[in-house]
């Protein structure tokens, strides 16, 4: 890059009047208004029918459950070493709540991101259930994917395609009736033994810990 452009760069980062982040899908860089991010952030968090407000950290309560379980498993030769060390929680930091814009959606709301203890660990059962993903004679890729799809619908006559929006999809799905999916999705699925050491019942347990 030129030397202007490293200067406007240098310029943006000392700017404490506005934030600059990825956007939630794109790897596209976006520039927002400190305040206009700071309310997002805190219409997100009003919302009391998604968040709760507590009282007291419970952080070191999540790290000493999981810690627990995790040595029992080993103790009972349930987890093999390499697992157990990629798994085993090391820091205590409270957790961190941030939001990633959704720049393709209207008004440009955000899609809320929480850095816990449990990190380690979600990102080891997204690995898992990525496979399950797809499987689903519902399931669409893209939008290129859906194109091909419908290629050759024909849509009767005084009927429409429509296109529904699920506003905070993921904060929206009952937990309760989640787990038992996707345990029955793992239970289906054979290549399973083969990509995990770990049973559906152990798999669960950490799934219940990271909702």
Same mark, same amino acid.
């Given at each position: 890059?030129?030397?202007? #452009?490293r200067e406007a760069i240098k310029a943006l980062a000392k700017d404490d009047s506005i934030v600059i982040l990825l956007a939630d899908k794109g790897r596209t860089t976006v520039i927002l208004n400190k305040q206009d991010y700071h309310n997002k952030v805190k219409a997100l968090l009003d919302d009391t029918n998604t968040y709760e407000k507590l009282t007291s950290d419970p952080t070191r309560a999540?790290?000493?459950? $999981?810690?627990?379980? $995790?040595? #029992?498993?080993?103790? #009972? #030769?349930?987890?093999?070493n390499y697992l157990y060390n990629q798994l085993y929680p090391t820091a205590e930091n409270v957790p961190k709540f941030y939001g990633l814009p959704k720049i393709h959606k209207k008004d440009v709301p955000l899609r809320p991101i @929480?850095?816990? @203890?449990? /990190?380690?660990?979600?990102?080891?059962?997204?690995?898992?259930?990525?496979?399950l993903v797809g499987l689903n004679s519902h399931h669409i890729v893209n939008s290129e994917d859906f194109v091909n799809k419908i290629a050759e619908l024909e849509v009767p006559p005084g009927q429409k $395609? @429509?296109? /529904?929006? @699920?506003?905070?999809?993921?904060?929206?799905?009952?937990i309760n009736e989640a787990i038992p999916v996707v345990r029955a999705k793992l239970g289906s699925d054979q290549s399973l033994p083969d990509r995990c050491p770990l049973d559906i019942a152990q798999l669960s347990v950490l799934l219940e810990m990271c909702l």
């Open positions: 890059i030129s030397r202007a #452009e999540i790290k000493n459950k $999981l810690i627990q379980t $995790l040595k #029992e498993w080993r103790k #009972e #030769e349930r987890i093999p @929480v850095s816990s @203890v449990m /990190y380690d660990t979600a990102k080891f059962l997204a690995k898992i259930m990525k496979p $395609l @429509v296109s /529904y929006d @699920v506003s905070s999809l993921f904060t929206s799905i009952p």
